[in-house]
């Protein structure tokens, strides 16, 4: 198992940027696959990027293409997500999780939609709270 432990939310103004961290206890993160959810007040936990495979294949939610990129760094058992051009409604808690890599990336192949059913590890959330 992978134990995620998330950081480096915080207030931001709109138009900004902030990077969180996961850094992972237990197995590595490249042997499994990595996801951001974020869960905003009032509405349900939302997919927002994830990585798989040896090739850290990626994917997105549409509303932050081009916007987010999420990233690992094997030496460091760390996931990262770089948030850029920050929105309002980017507001949420963030929420970083563990999978089971072939089931993840044979979604992404198939350009399925990826949940927070296939993910079995979950950290403790971080917040980022986005100024208009």
């Known amino acids: 198992q992978v134990q995620p432990v998330e950081s480096g939310g915080g207030l931001v103004q709109a138009g900004g940027s902030l990077r969180l961290s996961c850094a992972a206890s237990?197995?590595?993160?490249?042997?499994?696959?990595m996801a951001w959810f974020r869960q905003a007040p009032g509405k349900e936990r939302e997919f927002v990027a994830a990585?798989?495979?040896?090739?850290?294949?990626?994917d997105y939610v549409d509303s932050v293409k081009g916007r987010f990129t999420i990233s690992r760094d094997n030496a460091k058992n760390t996931v990262y997500l770089q948030m850029n051009g920050l929105k309002p409604e980017d507001t949420a808690v963030y929420y970083c999780?563990?999978?089971?890599?072939?089931?993840?990336?044979?979604?992404?192949?198939?350009?399925?939609?990826?949940?927070?059913?296939?993910?079995?590890?979950w950290g403790q959330g971080t917040q980022v709270t986005v100024s208009s």
């Open positions: 990585i798989a495979g040896s090739d850290s294949s990626t």
């Open positions: 999780a563990a999978g089971v890599w072939f089931r993840v990336l044979a979604l992404m192949t198939n350009r399925r939609k990826i949940t927070s059913a296939d993910f079995d590890s």
């Open positions: 237990g197995r590595t993160v490249s042997s499994r696959a």
